[in-house]
């Protein structure tokens, strides 16, 4: 019989593994830190986010799994449904229920509809890069962990069952799996691997839960047995082999990778710089927790973080925007916020009030108390109808298990009237015929996080990861650039468009870094007038920040933008081609993350390897470089 309290008394937990509680804990702070572009930036400038902390994430869920050739598969299977796919799809559709009804008041009659189409969208996404848009983005980990986590599982139970399965031996062939999987993303554009994104994300997670097999069962005893002073060495040891790593490569950042979700953004010319990245980091923070453990063990806040990470995964950006509309009805309505830009805010939902670099802990504290106050909520108003429930249940056990059997499908079909009631009450009305467009503003390469949810092994051992984590997309959207020098060679029109067509322009970013500093360069405006070819010609001459921009060269983006007043009509466009030349050389231009129409914008981003592909590009006192980019699939309006 349901007792009171009961009702999804799974949700509140005290974690015993307090090493794991705080790694876990410390990982989720990283990624909503990650998310604001670093407002801590805890070791970061020796120790990126993006270097270790999704492989970090994976590595936790192997430490819990103990899958071998005696597990029940159907049983295995049906728990990874419950821990990983019902939170994953009732979370994302909390947030797509948000979304709207942000957008809604944020945008009011300037809101894109939802067309028809946008169900088959969605299903897309989900199988390729794993969520349906970019306030959403994090979650994209969750499909990767759960169909790394089953075929890790049917092939561990197969080769244990003939005693073939041994862990260094499968460590190794792991390896093996996840070096080919970085080399085919990197020789290969993003949109050719789409359809295999899956399968390519499960390759580059499989040795990481092996990893967490073998520390559990050959290596943490030795680890935990280290003296305070020896595990204080590793860790300086380990700063030292990232700093010596980072002077080898061409660019500091190349230690790092992101876009995971999409398998972009290995910048480094050696496909073994994110395992090694990844070792490091995931050794470093281990071994921190390790050392500090026992002075947090008892800490209801962070027992309570590590238990809810995935809430703070699914929501943290969420919260970002709802305190972003806060500032924006201040701004709008009380008193001026200097530099808050409502219409950078309308445009994206990755903006963040540009005042100064102080105000991103405020968005930090947001995104990881926001989700935590929301959970908290969540579990009180459990307990309370667990309580109701048990209640109507007395003296009945045949009553109380029919009461226990439909209330949880009630509460799920309630929560998903309330989400298509809100959709339903905010999205404007759509033609007929007209096609959705997808929402991944500023998915440059969120190369995402996770967080399982750790216990100890001899109270859930099967209890793995359950969140994930992009890394960063811009920040904001530009208006403007300086002057037009669009290239009229290519004119030819795919859909009949007049040469007189009112263009839309694009601008060529340069993110680069400067005393420490990242900053951005946007090029001279390229009027688009139609499909074709078109091109950008920077130059050191141009004027003072360009040899800046060229000297710390770090990626390089285009951006196509409409405005009310242009023929084209971009929703669908594409830019399927890019072409760049430095010193004389053509170089191989690699299309690493493409967000498609978005409020007006569409993007792409660059990176740019040595005419032989094998190095990263140094731009560095060269004194010109050339962008020819093709547009197609614009239409008139």
């Known amino acids: ?81 419950k821990t990983l796919l019902i939170p994953y799809i009732g979370l994302s559709l909390t947030v797509f229920g948000v979304q709207q009804l942000i957008n809604y008041i944020k945008l009011g009659n300037e809101m894109d509809p939802l067309p028809s189409d946008y169900f088959s969208f969605v299903i897309k ?83 990481f839960i092996e990893l967490g097999v073998i520390y559990r069962n050959s290596l943490e005893q030795k680890h935990s047995a280290m003296s305070g002073t020896g595990k204080i060495a590793l860790m300086f ?12 490569l061409p660019a500091a950042y190349d230690i790092a990778f992101d876009s995971i979700d999409e398998m972009a953004g290995f910048t480094s010319p050696y496909i073994v710089t994110p395992m090694i990245s990844s070792l490091v980091g995931i050794l470093f923070w281990l071994t921190f927790a390790e050392l500090v453990g026992k002075q947090v063990c008892e800490s209801r806040f962070v027992n309570f973080m590590s238990c809810n990470t995935f809430w703070i995964m699914g929501l943290h950006i969420t919260f970002y925007n709802i305190l972003n509309l806060i500032l924006m009805g201040i701004n709008n309505g009380i008193h001026a916020l200097t530099d808050f830009d409502t219409e950078a805010f309308k445009s994206t939902e990755w903006y963040f009030w540009g005042i100064g670099s102080n105000i991103k802990i405020l968005y930090v504290m947001v995104g990881v108390l926001g989700p935590l106050g929301l959970k908290w909520l969540y579990d009180r108003l459990m307990a309370f109808i667990g309580g109701r429930v048990a209640r109507l249940g007395e003296g009945s056990e045949q009553k109380a298990k029919l009461l226990n059997t439909v209330t949880k499908p009630v509460l799920a079909l309630l929560f998903v009237g309330i989400v298509a009631g809100t959709v339903a009450l905010t999205r404007p009305k759509i033609s007929d015929g007209e096609s959705y467009i997808p929402d991944t503003s500023a998915e440059t390469d969120i190369g995402a996080d996770s967080e399982p949810d750790t216990e100890e092994p001899s109270a859930d051992p099967e209890d793995d990861g359950r969140e994930s984590t992009p890394d960063a997309g811009q920040e904001s959207y530009p208006d403007g650039g300086q002057e037009s020098s669009p290239d009229n060679g290519g004119q030819e029109s795919e859909a009949a468009i007049p040469a007189d067509a009112s263009p839309v322009y694009a601008y060529l970013d340069l993110a ?61 466009a594409e ?63």
Not at 237 to 248: E, G, K, S
């Open 125 to 207: 996404r989900i199988v390729t890069t794993g969520s349906f848009g970019a306030i959403v983005e994090p979650m994209w980990f969750v499909i990767a962990l759960f169909c790394s986590l089953m075929i890790y599982a049917v092939l561990k139970k197969l080769l244990d069952k003939m005693k073939l399965w041994n862990s260094f031996v499968m460590f190794a062939v792991f390896l093996g799996l996840h070096l080919l999987a970085i080399w085919i993303a990197r020789n290969n554009d993003t949109e050719s691997i789409k359809p295999f994104l899956i399968p390519l994300k499960c390759l580059f997670f499989f040795p």
């Open 512 to 572: 680069y870094e400067h005393d420490g500093e990242a900053a951005d360069y946007l090029t001279n405006a390229c009027a688009v007038n139609g499909n074709g070819s078109f091109t950008f010609t920077v130059s050191r001459s141009d004027d003072a920040e360009v040899p800046l921009a060229i000297d710390g060269l770090s990626y390089m983006g285009i951006r196509i933008m409409d405005d009310d007043t242009s023929d084209l009509d971009i929703r669908s």
């Open 575 to 637: 830019i399927p081609e890019v072409k760049v030349k430095c010193g004389g050389d053509e170089l191989r231009a690699e299309i690493s993350g493409f967000a498609p129409y978005e409020d007006g914008v569409i993007m792409v981003f660059l990176d740019c390897f040595d005419p032989s592909g094998t190095e990263t590009y140094d731009f560095s006192g060269k004194d010109e470089i050339e962008v020819t980019f093709t547009v197609s699939s614009a239409k008139l309006k």
């Open 1 to 81: 019989m349901l007792r009171k309290g009961e009702f999804f008394m799974s949700e509140k937990r005290s974690k015993s593994n307090k090493k794991f509680m705080l790694l876990s804990a410390i990982g989720i702070f990283m990624v909503a830190d990650h998310h604001t572009f670093t407002a801590f930036n805890i070791l970061g400038d020796f120790m990126p986010y993006n270097s270790f902390f999704m492989p970090m994430f994976v590595f936790i869920s192997g430490y819990f799994n103990k899958v071998d050739g005696s597990t029940n598969l159907w049983t295995y299977l049906v728990k990874k449904i």
């Open 237 to 248: 040891f380990l700063l030292l082999v990232n700093a010596i790593r980072t002077l080898c």
